[in-house]
T-cell receptor, first 116, second 114 residues
Framework: KAGVTQTPRYLIKTRGQQVTLSCSPISGHRSVSWYQQTPGQGLQFLFEYFSETQRNKGNFPGRFSGRQFSNSRSEMNVSTLELGDSALYLC???????????????FGDGTRLSIL | AQSVTQLDSHVSVSEGTPVLLRCNYS??????LFWYVQHPNKGLQLLLK??????LVKGINGFEAEFKKSETSFHLTKPSAHMSDAAEYFC????????????FGKGTRLSVIA
């Protein structure tokens, strides 16, 4: 069974640009969550999608947005990039919304975004 | 509110000696607890999970953790460290209530010395 796939693995952008990251969950998983990982702040929750609807959102500005498609694949978009957006962005999938079960999340290898 | 505190940011052990990574949690509800490992430039891999069944949980690669409610702890142990265990370890708490997302600890970097 294929794991969570994130594309691209590495990305370099400049300030002010926008970027879209993609995540394909494990087959059959309907929940997709996004996290930002930085050395200073650690792992921070961005948002969770289930059945094409955002179900939960972390404390990030509106420049960060996402969506989920009918096949459960998800995209995350960041507009007007800032230097502080440089991070590893991780996607995780699970069968259900995590708050309704104790199913663990399965993580992809992430997209490393560097802002110049 | 819930929180997770990993008591050591860095632990260094010699190959073949025991590993202890400490985690304390705070939760208003009965929590689920997880340990994940992250190798360089990789995502997080689940080591083990506690979900209110047995308090001693066995995971992959010889790791285990014991849930101690009285001490609000969920420490990760391994009897004998291997070089391949060198990585970052995260303790995570999940509560099946409301819209609270997963809460991650800051991580503990494990170094294994030959």
């Amino acid at each position: 069974k294929a794991g969570v796939t994130q594309t691209p693995r590495y990305l370099i952008k400049t300030r002010g640009q926008q970027v879209t990251l993609s995540c394909s969950p494990i087959s059959g998983h309907r929940s997709v969550s996004w996290y930002q990982q930085t050395p200073g702040q650690g792992l921070q929750f961005l948002f969770e999608y289930f059945s094409e609807t955002q179900r939960n959102k972390g404390n990030f500005p509106g420049r960060f947005s996402g969506r989920q498609f009918s096949n459960s694949r998800s995209e995350m978009n960041v507009s007007t990039l800032e230097l502080g957006d440089s991070a590893l962005y991780l996607c995780a999938s699970s069968l259900y919304l995590h708050r309704y079960s104790n199913q663990p999340q399965h993580f992809g290898d992430g997209t490393r975004l560097s802002i110049l | 509110a819930q929180s997770v505190t990993q008591l050591d940011s860095h632990v260094s052990v010699s190959e073949g000696t025991p590993v202890l990574l400490r985690c304390n949690y705070s939760s208003s509800y009965s929590p689920s607890l997880f340990w994940y490992v992250q190798h360089p430039n990789k995502g997080l891999q689940l080591l083990l999970k506690y979900t209110s069944a047995a308090t001693l949980v066995k995971g992959i690669n010889g790791f285990e953790a014991e849930f101690k409610k009285s001490e609000t702890s969920f420490h990760l142990t391994k009897p004998s460290a291997h070089m391949s265990d060198a990585a970052e370890y995260f303790c995570v708490v999940s509560v099946d209530s409301g819209n609270t997302p997963l809460v991650f600890g800051k991580g503990t970097r494990l170094s294994v010395i030959a």
